[in-house]
């Protein structure tokens, strides 16, 4: 594991405490073919989580992961590691957000890997 997909994890571990879980059935998606994917967290029994600081393209699978992924809630974490424009990207993944009912933030953490 990087240490940019660690610093993220211990950002919401921090944050989420007892209500993250990084391991189990929670952090699976189904997709019928293989082994299941997973994502970064769950919290709680609501909100799903990725933290991606890789280029667009995977930045996208990992929307793909989110918009699959069972719980209501889902929350992407950016960090601008090896991101040619992590703003264009953010952007490209909100313009896929069609619902007017949907809402959708747009924030960047800045990265640091702290050991």
Known sequence: ???HD???KR?????AGDAYREFGTSVEINYSAGRPARIDGTVGADLAVEIESRVAKQVR??????????????LLVLLPVHMTDAVVAAELCLSGVTSPSAKCSLGL???????
């Open 1 to 3: 594991m990087g240490c």
């Open 61 to 74: 699978g990992a929307v793909l992961d989110l918009i699959f992924h069972p719980y209501p809630k889902k």
């Open 109 to 115: 953490l800045s990265f640091g890997c702290i050991n």
């Open 6 to 8: 660690e610093y993220g």
């Open 11 to 15: 950002v919401l571990r921090t944050a």
